[in-house]
């Protein structure tokens, strides 16, 4: 009551129509109430200071974000091997294998909703049902991350049961191009919109490659590669940062391009996890090993 403001998180919409989610309530009840005990505090949004904040990694947070990853790498490895990938039969026993990796290694659980996609599922890009069967010749996406410490991983492989087809192996490979070239963007001063335009303007050069779109327009891009390359990562997968403030050394970003052909069943996308450094990236996922 003795005080004039109070700095709290803007109110997100109730439902955001693009995603078709729902946003979490709280943050609305809670300035509900703050509102109803005093009606004329002036409530302020100290949402792009925590995000500066949050975006820059302390050495500790790096150290148990890189523990996280090495928890899932540590899991996630083996059941990519042939011998082992060709024995599960649906998509939800990767799953449950996932889920005891994480936790026998030192994990809470999964840092978010595990998605294990095969075929035409790895076209949408939220698949959580993970019910389906496993078939042998399509590509599966596998995009998980272990909690350590409540920090979190983010990593995605595209593997199969059986060997790829020249078309795979094509796609493939232009997401993996693109990967590289992201790599190659991300240094301190960068702004993340000019790098997400520039990435989108050569995924767009594979796409034609692979006769997927004939002009290089933001549509037509999308409409294959229909989400960012890059977030921020922390103390959620998706981290609190400001998307508007050029990169600083210390932030932590997923770097996942995909290309998504629901037309012929295939999905790929390849996500490792980098901290910016004052002269070069580093790749902190790099004991999870890429290829189909
Ligand atoms: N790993 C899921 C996502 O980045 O949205
Ligand atoms: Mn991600």
Do not use: W
């Amino acid at each position: 009551n003795k005080v004039k403001h109070i700095a709290t998180l803007a109110v997100p919409p109730a439902y955001i129509e693009q995603l078709d989610f729902y946003t979490n309530p709280a943050r609305a009840e809670l300035i509900k109430k703050i509102k109803q005990t005093k009606s004329e505090l002036e409530i302020l949004d100290i949402s792009q200071h925590i995000g500066r904040l949050r975006m820059v990694k302390q050495p500790i947070e790096i150290a148990a974000i890189q523990k996280a990853i090495d928890i899932t790498a540590k899991t996630l490895k083996p059941l990519t091997k042939q011998k082992k990938l060709a024995k599960f039969k649906y998509e939800y026993e990767i799953e449950a294998e996932l889920n005891k990796g994480f936790r026998l290694g030192g994990g809470s659980g999964h840092a978010f909703d595990p998605i294990v996609a095969c075929g035409s599922n790895a076209c949408t890009i939220h698949y959580v049902a993970n019910n389906d069967q496993l078939t042998a010749g399509d590509f599966i996406i596998i995009d998980v991350g272990a909690e350590y410490d409540h920090y979190a991983a983010d990593i995605t492989r595209t593997v199969i049961i059986g060997q790829p087809n020249r078309r795979q192996q094509a796609v493939y490979d232009a997401a993996e191009e693109v990967q590289n070239y992201a790599f190659s963007l991300l240094k301190p001063g960068v702004l993340m919109r000019e790098y997400e335009e520039k990435i989108e303007k050569y995924m767009g050069e594979k796409l034609r490659e692979l006769n997927l779109i004939k002009t290089i327009t933001h549509e037509d891009v999308r409409k294959y590669f229909p989400h960012a390359t890059s977030h921020f990562l922390g103390l959620n997968a998706h981290d609190a940062g400001d998307y508007n403030h050029p990169l600083e050394p210390g932030v932590v970003l997923a770097v996942e391009p995909g290309i998504y052909i629901p037309e012929e069943g295939i999905g790929v996308r390849i996500e490792d996890n980098v901290v910016i450094g004052q002269k070069s990236l580093k790749i902190l996922t790099k004991k999870m090993p890429k290829g189909i």
